[in-house]
């Protein structure tokens, strides 16, 4: 078992914030530009899902703010949100921050409420791909933001970066890669860009990003960021040692989360469900008393195992060489886990088709 990855003693919350000053071109999460006036009655709401649940919960060991700009809204409003969580001593807690809105004091209060590692919506250091991405930041600020996040007395910080825009050459993507690392992040997280249905992006085919493109793209920040002694932990995050970002293991692992506010999934005793879309529904349904949860599903013990193993596939752990077929054997290589096998470079860039094929 490698640093923190097992997950049998944990348990995560996520919260999910869904107002955003703009909104991206690739973007499909459930977010809203033009909510703003629901901000006070909404984190209001969230904070009543927490007074319903806060017997229930076991301690609790990472805490995730996404969004969404989750500091978009009130930082002291939003740490009061959480206030009541039984926190373990040593949980990790994160907040994702747009770079352009990140303020020493914002962060000093986020760090007197437990907040110990931020992450940063970086995407591009270069700022004609932001244009094509459909961002409004400058990547001035991230340098900005990285220093107040530091002065703030926050050390653990993950940079998103996304590859695959229009008109971003492999040079361009060094560039990104090589500013970002000159930052020294703990942690780096590096997304293909998807198209989503019903985004400008997916309405404009010249802008869709190409197979081979993104995947000579994975190779070049794998390289870069191994060389820079970042070690790919899960197929898109890299991460310096006993970095790796724990709430993202408990997804990678299985483990048990509960996610408060719209749209947000949850996982407990092996049963996942999720709430309503819109912050206006969510907001009525917790006032009024009634149930958020707007679907439910269950996996038998077969399905279940199944999914581990294929989520297992993406993590540096692998799987036991048994569930691995011959046919694809070629795109693995031996895991840190004696007798498994996990993705190799190659591997990583194929990871569904060879997941779809384990036993």
């Known amino acids: 078992v490698l640093m923190n990855e097992d997950t049998s003693h944990t348990f995560g919350i996520y919260l999910h914030i869904p107002f955003c000053s703009r909104r991206c071109d690739y973007c499909s999460f459930a977010t809203w530009t033009d909510r703003d006036h629901l901000i006070g009655q909404y984190l209001a709401a969230c904070k009543q899902q927490v007074d319903q649940w806060v017997e229930e919960l076991p301690e609790i060991t990472s805490v995730f703010v996404g969004g969404g700009t989750p500091n978009l809204v009130p930082a002291e409003s939003l740490m009061s949100v959480l206030a009541e969580l039984p926190l373990a001593e040593d949980a990790e807690f994160t907040v994702e921050c747009n770079p352009d809105l990140v303020t020493f004091e914002q962060i000093d209060c986020y760090r007197q409420a437990g907040v110990n590692r931020i992450s940063l919506g970086v995407q591009s250091m270069v700022p004609e791909i932001l244009t094509s991405l459909g961002r409004d930041h400058n990547p001035d600020n991230v340098y900005s933001a990285t220093e107040q996040i530091r002065s703030a007395g926050i050390s653990n910080i993950n940079f998103d970066l996304i590859y695959g825009a229009k008109g971003e050459s492999p040079e361009d993507w060094r560039k990104s ?129 199944l999914e581990g193993r294929q989520l297992a596939l993406r993590t540096r752990r692998g799987v036991p060489e048994e569930f691995v077929p011959n046919e694809v054997r070629h795109l693995t290589e031996s895991a840190v886990v004696s007798g498994n096998l996990k993705l190799s470079r190659d591997g990583r860039l194929l990871a569904n088709e060879v997941a779809i094929r384990l036993r």
Not at 204 to 222: G, L, N, T
């Open 177 to 305: 890669l090589d500013l970002a690392l000159s930052l020294e992040p703990q942690h780096l997280s590096a997304y293909a860009l998807t198209v989503e249905p019903g985004t400008p992006l997916a309405e404009d085919s010249s802008r869709h990003p190409e197979d081979d493109d993104q995947a000579e793209k994975y190779v070049i920040a794998d390289q870069v960021l191994t060389e820079a002694d970042y070690s790919n932990y899960e197929i898109s995050n890299w991460a310096q040692p006993n970095s790796e970002c724990q709430h993202n293991l408990l997804y990678w692992h299985q483990g048990e989360y509960l996610g408060l506010g719209v749209a947000a999934h949850s996982h407990i005793a092996h049963k996942r469900f999720w709430s309503i879309r819109t912050p206006e529904r969510f907001i009525a349904a917790i006032t009024e008393g009634s149930s958020v949860e707007a679907g439910q599903e269950r996996l038998d013990a077969e399905s279940w195992a």
